[in-house]
């Protein structure tokens, strides 16, 4: 006969019951120093490298695929296959990709070239190339939460891939010392000197100097220039931008060390207290000419409101803000969005009572567009959140949320972009509803662009008038 006690089983019990802590000492290895941690470094440093070389060429570089017939005519010109082919037999001057039969395999440069034949041979009524109004500067967009893992890196670098699918000229800068973006546009850095962070002492060193020729004829005892200065003086933001295997792609990438700049500058703020840290990067995408060099500017910033992320929020043109469908995400960004405020409004009433005092007109901070957009979202599970957090945040939010599929997580394992992976990896479904994902983001993203030079172009002309 058996007695129930109304006990479980040892083997029903939860794995956290019955713990021994004999045993469990035993397992421990013994503490941890510091110099541990440099060892695990070391390892996971290797681990990265082999890691993000998944996506490289066996010669250790990065090079982007080329685009079949089929994507051509469906994503990059709008023209019929059986169109195209015949232009490409009436004019043998164009380039004329490479393989067999009717199925031909075009790089991007030369899909570019044909784009601007089209442009001018082709059907009036179409649009061949993306708008661009002449002689207004680049569009900066920043991808910014000071939460982690929302997608901000994966959203930057599809958006810089669109674009540069578009024909557009585009800048992509890495402020994030983690350096996932500069992994993903395969770019190397050996140190901070190839970051951001020389322009930031740069645009200090400068107006250092313009503080010592003041302390000079008020007979104050200049300030130091220390090592660090010197050689920022001597730093262009031209040096510091390398090609990537995008063709219409640059890069200025990011590295551990960039963090120093966290540290660095509050205390050169300390010393000089006039110094508009939170221009500094504006300064320098406008001094070194890069406004005009490029079409889209866009920047990666860490999951943090620090000076970079400040200088990347002052700097931009449109704010994207990523976030996943939960609470925690959403609660997160609300105080975000909170923290953007008193910073920049503190920023704002410090800078206009200056202004007030010495007649001059007081500043703000102004944006195109602030978008905040769902990423890695599962219709089946979030829908209702997602629909909370549309209303919530209104006409912030964008109308699309960026679906989580196999390809994107492929892709993602891979280092690479949705558009660097080749569909014949995928059945052709499969392939089109993971590049939709990004295909849809891109669109709200570029009529934002688009909208905005508009009103800039009417501004400019109404100011001639």
């Known amino acids: 006969m058996t007695i129930k006690t109304g006990f479980p089983n040892k083997a029903d019990l939860p794995p956290y019951f019955n713990l021994d802590p004999a045993q469990a000492a035993a397992k421990l290895a013994d503490p941890i120093d510091t110099a541990r941690f440099a060892k695990a470094a070391a390892f996971a440093g290797r681990g990265r490298d082999d890691l993000a070389r998944r996506g490289y060429a066996p010669d250790g570089l990065k090079r982007l695929r080329r ?145 010592n020729k003041l302390r000079e004829i008020n007979g104050q005892e200049p300030f130091a220039f220390d090592e660090t200065l010197t050689e920022a003086l001597q730093v262009s933001p031209r040096n510091l931008v390398q090609k990537t295997h995008w063709p219409n792609i640059d890069l200025i990438g990011a590295q551990l060390n960039l963090y120093w700049a966290e540290f660095q500058v509050p205390v050169w703020r300390m010393q000089l207290r006039s110094w508009a840290l939170w221009d500094a990067l504006s300064n320098a995408l406008n001094e070194g000419g890069l406004l005009d060099s490029y079409d889209l500017i866009l920047l990666d910033t860490p999951p943090a409101l620090g000076y970079l992320t ?5 700097a931009a043109d449109i704010l994207l803000v990523p976030l996943g469908a939960s609470f925690l995400e959403f609660d997160s960004t609300g105080r975000f969005f909170d923290m953007i405020y008193s910073t920049f409004a503190s920023i704002e009433e410090g800078e206009n009572r200056a202004r007030r005092d010495n007649g001059l007109p007081e500043m703000r901070f102004e944006w195109d567009a602030v978008r905040a957009l769902i990423t890695r979202f599962d219709p089946a599970q979030q829908t209702d959140l997602a629909n909370v957090i549309q209303a919530y945040f209104g006409d912030f939010m964008t109308t699309y949320r960026q679906e989580m599929t196999v390809m994107v997580g492929q892709a993602g394992e ?40 508009w009103r800039d172009q009417q501004m400019a002309e109404a100011e001639e008038d």
């Open 310 to 314: 400040i200088n990347a929020l002052a």
């Open 414 to 453: 891979m280092v690479s972009g949705i558009y660097e992976t080749d569909y014949r990896d995928f059945n052709r479904d499969t392939y089109v509803r993971g590049r939709e994902t990004f295909d849809r983001t891109w669109a709200e993203v570029k009529e934002l662009i688009l909208g905005a030079w």
């Open 67 to 211: 685009f079949s017939t089929w994507e051509v005519c469906r994503y990059l010109i709008p023209v019929n296959p059986a169109h195209l082919r015949r232009v490409l037999r009436l004019n043998p001057d164009l380039p004329q990709g490479e393989g067999e039969g009717g199925s031909k395999w075009f790089s991007l440069e030369e899909v570019l070239a044909l784009r601007d034949h089209f442009a001018t041979e082709g059907a009036k009524e179409r649009a061949y190339k993306a708008w661009r109004p002449e002689g207004l500067p680049a569009k900066v967009v920043a991808v910014a939460n000071f939460k982690g893992g929302v997608g901000k890196t994966s959203t930057a670098a599809h958006l810089a891939m669109s674009a540069a699918l578009d024909g557009y000229r585009v800048l992509v800068i890495d402020l994030d010392s983690q350096g996932s973006m500069t992994s993903i546009m395969g770019g190397k850095v050996e140190d901070e000197w190839k970051t951001v962070f020389p322009l930031l002492a740069r645009d200090y060193a400068l107006r250092l100097q313009e503080e």
